[in-house]
């Protein structure tokens, strides 16, 4: 006690009670995944949109197969496949309209591909060419992002200039959940939740982070839980029920393009391959857990759906297997031709204007191709 306290000179002022800005139960995600497949509601679910989701996850397992043997055969650099997490990457797709954009991570052609981008086009920049490979601005797709995490904040930047110019938009983007570790995760959901951004964040939860499973990430009950910490709602979904992640994202989207603000969906699912083709997964994982994923395979979880309900029959499914052929086919054909590269692409939209180092680094190379090729012709 001071000496102006004991002689009761001071008499400090109670701060008054203490109020949240806002009530957080209502952002606390539910305590179980939400879903659709399996429940009474999925009698509501659209039967033309079951089955739209049904082909392109036949599609969609079809494409990662043939993108991974391609790698294989030395076509592709390398391939991050989405098998067993496709009902995530079809339904993200399919719940934005042509004016919003999708920000995808490494993992998520499969995604771009359904969002309309050209299979072989998707895969350009996993072929080491340069650039990614398609118009981002045609498609409303932005590249292909490797740095983990680093197209978040870019997602809120365009979604937070579009509200600006009063353009209707929403921007989608996905993350894995070791992405949930970085600085760019925490940095765009702050901003998103403060300035009221339209944005839905996905995080794909597939349990690892290449080998690091998620108990050795955060201690958090779930991903979705950290939503409350930045003022936006949070929702939890089976990752592999396709209809339910669609119809969280399209909740999530359509509450952003009204003025609700951000959201963040965790969506529980499972990496079948390995992290990549450079990856030995059994080294930090075992057969039994993968095979118990197998069990709640999306393809097959609304495969049954759609059968009890009288909805697809074996000629649907093979309609839906020969077209997933005909694009495998094709996607082949065209990576097996080798690309006509300009080595002078090397120099072209890295400046404005050129800096008289590229202009000399330009000019060497010109000499080194011009003495190669007179050579060639002695």
Known sequence: ???????GAYRPTPPPAWQPRTDPAPLL??????????????????????????????LGRRYNAQATALTKQGRLAVYPSSTGQEACEVAA????????????????????VARGVDPVDALTLLRGDWHTGYDPYEHRVAPLCTPLATQLPHAVGLA????????????????G??????????????????WQAPVVFLVQNNGFAISVPLAKQTAAPSLAHKAVGYGMPGRLVDGNDAAAVHEVLADAVRRAREGGGPTLVEAVTYRIDAHTNADDATRYRGDAEVETWREHDPIRLLEHELTARGLLDDDAR??????????????????????????????????AEATPQL??????????LAAEQEGAHR
């Open 29 to 58: 995600p539910d305590a179980e995944p939400h879903r659709v497949l399996g429940t009474e509601r999925a009698a509501k679910a659209d039967p033309e949109l079951l089955r739209r989701l049904y082909a392109q996850l036949v």
């Open 177 to 194: 959940d070791g992405g949930t570790s970085e600085g760019d995760f925490h940095e765009a959901l702050n901003f998103a939740a403060v």
């Open 318 to 351: 093979q309609t839906a297997r020969d077209a997933a052929e005909t694009m495998a086919a094709d996607l082949r054909a065209r990576m097996n031709q080798d690309p006509a590269l300009d080595p002078m692409d090397l120099f072209a939209h890295v400046y």
């Open 160 to 175: 937070h200039a579009a509200r600006l110019k009063g353009d209707d938009v929403v921007a989608l983007a996905m993350v």
């Open 359 to 368: 202009r000399e680094q330009r000019a060497l190379l010109e000499a080194e």
């Open 1 to 7: 006690m001071t000496v102006m306290e004991q002689r």
């Open 93 to 112: 797709a399919l719940a934005l309209e042509d004016r919003d954009w999708l920000f995808p991570s490494y993992r998520d052609t499969l995604a771009v």
